[in-house]
């Protein structure tokens, strides 16, 4: 007993190892005794944070600490409003991280609802129900259908048991139970058949088990400890910001100081080029900026729900346009989670069936060509067989009102599924679907062939019988393990003739079996024999005997239809999928084969594989594995922490609460919204409203999309505010006037950029958006000449705006109406080479690339600043407060002129440098195509 596993226990060694009594379970004292020492059966929480000091520590950010600043400045110059504004930008952002941090630290509180409130124990023989938090090692505890397991049992008997474990280790289909000792000492959660653990669910049959563990040291225990360990890592997009914010902050204190000193030296008075400075350096903090990016990720997350995604974290949405992995579940995810038959085989020739789901409509079709059910005795016998010997329900959901019926079924198209759904066992399911693609119902068999008898599943026989009234006398229906079955079995149903079943037969149907199991099929067979007159049915032995064979099933959970051009696509992004199962090494193989997962040179592993790796040498192998099945919650954490010391951008996909851990490390966590715990929904940053890979492929694809909008705008907002500067800065150096006084620079910042700014957000993305490979996730947001742009852009605008300036004021000396006349040339020229560059911004190329008009709300925007601006050049009470003056046709033309050379340069060049391109990609590649174009 040394050193043995639970599983490896018979019922003696467990008695002896746990001191409790086989049959009537422990004393009441020695129960009390034993809470005293281990402690309640309930999982403990983490003392988080407060609430006072969840909301305190959100305005430790740097970009915030930059937006304070520009508070402070505002409030010096006067500008109450603005500093209002900004205060309630900093506010809106806080109250926003303060709610996603609360919610998230709500992921144990909902494991802990997983665990049963009571319990049915044998105590000093006695059956009581107790508290299932009073549980402790060595009771003896009851189960039956509908339970769920109070803690971690070793069973010790079983009666036709199964219970639900999908939450836990991710088994597809109901796991079968037995009392016996497993030799085995190394075994995943999912092939320990004669243990059941906390937060699982009985399906069918009784149990009884002896309490191993409670509380936190139970598998459910293990993953709570899990979750409380694992850091939620932050997003790329607030790493970024924060880098911005830090070059914004230094950016704007040295041109405060540059330009105050160049005035006073200049011989300006002091006061009025501290508050040039200060303008200045107000014009070089968009303050804006986190209100934007708040606005174009909550429009996104509108646009996500739409395609069935659902955002719990704003900044995550960002985060997924940079995944270069997704981690993605089998069943139900890139699975319909149906099991489907697919294929028969009947008398030694194969029998394809078609249909998706549960929807009881298909075809037969044996090479290709139709089969007729009627006239194939070996198939209709077949499909009556597993209607009988059955004992799911398939219905489909009923309306009273017509109306409410159609839409729900459009709803369920819509979703990718049926109103159909089966009541019970879903391998059971499945055949009663292949029996009603026949055109045959349980309900009318039995009604022909009533149910005498029922010799249920046993999971060491591997069979249920039934027997049924017919013609007078009986007939007994079995179904079962192949391998099990034939053994059972003195005759085959062959070419619609019975014949002894020989040697060379049984042969070719373990040929066929192995056939179909090895295309991850699950493969069941059926006969049939007619009972005798006066013939004992008592038991198994006596039904299940000189039985005649008819042939064979193969089932599998089959994937959705979408999932294969997703796959495509996010091969042509580059990002790479990986299976991570709970399934079978076989099966997971041949679904990631059959939907272009698993590549030819790509490798699968096991659950097992990955236990014996140190992290250094899960670190080298984890970029060739694309496979992972049979793995525990621990494994799916720690290949998720291995892809993202690669350097990976992670997203995780989960439904059970074996995927919380992982799915709270990783980058961007997804949750299932119809199968998914509320645990792992909790832990999760987004979920699928529909289960569906190709809907996280579409999140993908608009998270892309966001993103480059954010950097859109920040392209346009730091090239204004560059131009702003450098007209100041210019004129400064070469002792000119202001060519702009403090309040028209804050203008153009906070009404003029603000609206062009916010439609950008909504732009519409670039047609080649998923042909890129992900962006990095160390990338600095002024990548991909970003930063070149908004330099050389901001030169112009500045320059340009200046000229107008000086052009205007001549060889005035600057003072009175004609200086007042040329700051509002050059305020005009600012404000319209802005709004011109604003639809530059739309496109990675130039803004030639681009429909003018496909953006209604950038064009709205930029009318609406026009009109801001007109008015106030020519409302009279707005002229004083301003400085502005009415321009003539003279002064707009040269307004026009200095406005449009900016984008009309940039734009030449950008022609020019396409071409130059295109015409070197041609040479080095010997042929036409164009390269795709540097994002």
């Not at 998923?770 to 852009?793: C, D, Q, T, V």
């Not at 003072?815 to 639809?839: S, Y």
């Not at 321009?887 to 020019?912: C, N, Q, Y």
């Amino acid at each position: 007993m040394e050193g043995k596993a639970w599983h490896q226990l018979t019922e003696d060694e467990l008695a002896k190892s746990l001191a409790t009594d086989i049959k009537g379970g422990i004393a009441p004292e020695e129960a009390e005794r034993r809470l005293n020492e281990h402690g309640p059966n309930e999982l403990a929480e983490r003392q988080g944070e407060s609430p006072i000091k969840l909301f305190i520590n959100q305005f430790k950010d740097f970009m915030v600490l930059v937006l304070v600043g520009a508070t402070v400045v505002s409030g010096l110059l006067g500008e109450m409003l603005d500093a209002l504004t900004i205060i309630a930008i900093i506010l809106i952002n806080g109250v926003l991280g303060f709610l996603q941090e609360y919610r998230a630290e709500r992921s144990l509180k909902a494991l802990k609802e997983l665990s049963a409130p009571s319990a049915k124990v044998m105590r000093n023989g006695a059956l009581v129900i107790v508290p299932a938090k009073e549980l402790v090692p060595g009771d003896l505890v009851l189960l039956e259908s509908g339970d769920r397991v109070p803690a971690d049992l070793r069973l010790i008997e079983s009666n036709q048991c199964t219970i639900e474990e999908a939450a836990l280790t991710g088994e597809s289909v109901p796991v079968a139970k037995h009392a016996a000792a497993i030799g085995s000492p190394e075994l995943a959660l999912g092939d320990r058949k004669n243990c059941a653990y906390l937060g699982t669910m009985v399906t069918r049959g009784t149990a009884k088990g002896i309490v191993i563990k409670t509380g936190m040291a139970t598998e459910m225990g293990h993953i709570a400890n899990l979750i409380q360990q694992t850091e939620e890592s932050e997003t790329p997009l607030q790493r970024r910001l924060e880098q911005l914010g830090k070059i914004l902050i230094v950016l704007a204190l040295a041109l405060t100081v540059v330009v105050v000193l160049a005035g006073v030296l200049h011989g300006q008075p002091i006061y009025d080029m501290f508050l040039a400075g200060v303008s200045l350096a107000v014009a070089a903090i968009p303050e804006g900026l986190p209100a934007i990016v708040t606005i174009a990720l909550a429009l996104g997350v509108q646009r996500m729900i739409k395609r069935r995604a659902i955002v719990r974290k704003l900044p995550s949405v960002e985060t997924l346009g940079c995944a270069s992995v997704i981690c993605s579940d089998k069943t139900g995810t890139l699975t319909q989670n149906k099991m489907t038959v697919t294929r028969l085989w009947i008398g030694g020739r194969q029998v394809d069936v078609s249909g998706e789901g549960y929807e009881p409509t298909g075809q037969f079709l044996s090479g290709g060509k139709p089969v007729e059910v009627k006239g194939d005795a070996g198939l209709r016998r077949l499909t009556q067989i597993a209607a009988l010997c059955n004992n799911a329900e398939l219905a489909t959901e009923e309306r009273s009102d017509e109306a409410k019926r159609k839409k729900a079924a459009k709803e369920a198209e819509a979703a990718g599924s049926t109103p159909w759904n089966v009541k019970g066992d879903p391998t059971e399911g499945a055949l009663l679907v292949l029996a009603g693609k026949s055109g045959v119902s349980r309900s009318s068999l039995e009604a022909l062939y009533p149910r005498v008898k029922e010799f249920p599943f046993d999971a060491e026989r591997k069979r249920m019988s039934v027997m049924v009234a017919h013609q007078g006398g009986n007939l007994i229906c079995t179904k079962g393990a192949p391998d099990m079955l034939i053994e059972r079995c003195s005759y085959v149903l062959w070419d619609g003739n019975v014949v002894p079943f020989t040697g060379t037969l049984r042969t070719k149907v373990l040929q066929a079996n192995e056939a179909m199991a090895s295309d991850a099929l699950r493969v069941l067979g059926f006969a049939y024999r007619d009972v005798r007159a006066h013939e004992q049915c008592d038991n198994e032995d006596q039904a299940e005997n000189g039985l005649i064979f008819i042939g064979l099933a193969g089932m599998i959970d089959p994937p959705r239809r979408e999932v294969f051009e997703a796959i495509v696509k996010c091969r042509q992004a580059g990002i790479k999928t990986v299976m991570i199962t709970g399934d079978h090494r076989t099966t997971a193989e041949a679904i990631a084969r059959t939907i272009g997962i698993l590549p030819k040179d790509g490798k699968a592993m096991s659950g097992a594989d990955v236990g014996l790796m140190t992290d250094e040498q899960l670190d080298k192998t984890s970029d060739d594995v694309y496979v992972y099945a049979r793995v525990s919650p621990e494994h799916k954490l720690r290949i998720v922490q291995s892809l993202q010391r690669q350097g990976h951008v992670v997203a995780m996909t989960g439904d059970g609460v074996n995927d919380a851990p992982a799915v709270k490390a990783a980058d961007i966590g997804i949750a299932m919204g119809i199968t998914g715990t509320d645990v792992t929904k909790e832990a999760s940053s987004l979920v699928l409203a529909d289960d569906n890979f190709a809907s996280i492929v579409a999140a993908v694809e608009e998270g892309r999309g966001i993103y480059e909008n954010i950097r859109k705008f920040i392209r346009y907002l730091l090239a204004s505010n560059v131009g702003e500067i450098l007209t100041m800065f210019l004129a400064m150096m070469a002792g000119l006037p202001l060519p702009l006084i403090p309040i028209q620079i804050l203008w153009v910042n906070l009404v003029t950029d603000g609206l062009p700014a916010m439609a950008l957000g909504v732009d519409q993305a670039e047609s080649d958006l998923m042909r890129h490979k992900p962006r990095s996730a160390k990338e600095n947001i002024f990548a991909r000449r970003l930063g070149w742009k908004i330099i050389s852009r901001g030169v112009l605008i500045g320059v340009c705006t200046l000229a107008a300036f000086v052009l205007t004021l001549g060889g005035m000396s600057g003072d009175g109406a004609q200086l007042v006349h040329a700051q509002t040339v050059a305020f005009a020229t600012l404000v319209l080479a802005q709004l011109i560059h604003v639809f530059d911004c739309r496109s990675s190329r130039s803004i030639f690339h681009r429909r003018f008009f496909e953006n209604k709300f950038l064009v709205l925007a930029v009318l609406s600043s026009l009109l801001l601006m007109l008015a106030v050049l020519y409302v009279e009470p707005l002229q004083p407060i301003f400085k502005t003056v009415p321009l003539s046709l003279r002064d707009w033309a040269l307004v026009f002129v200095a406005a449009g050379i900016p984008t009309f340069l940039m734009g030449i060049g950008s022609v020019w440098g396409s071409s130059r391109r295109r015409r070197k990609s041609g040479r080095i590649s010997y042929g036409n195509a164009a390269r795709p174009a540097v994002r």
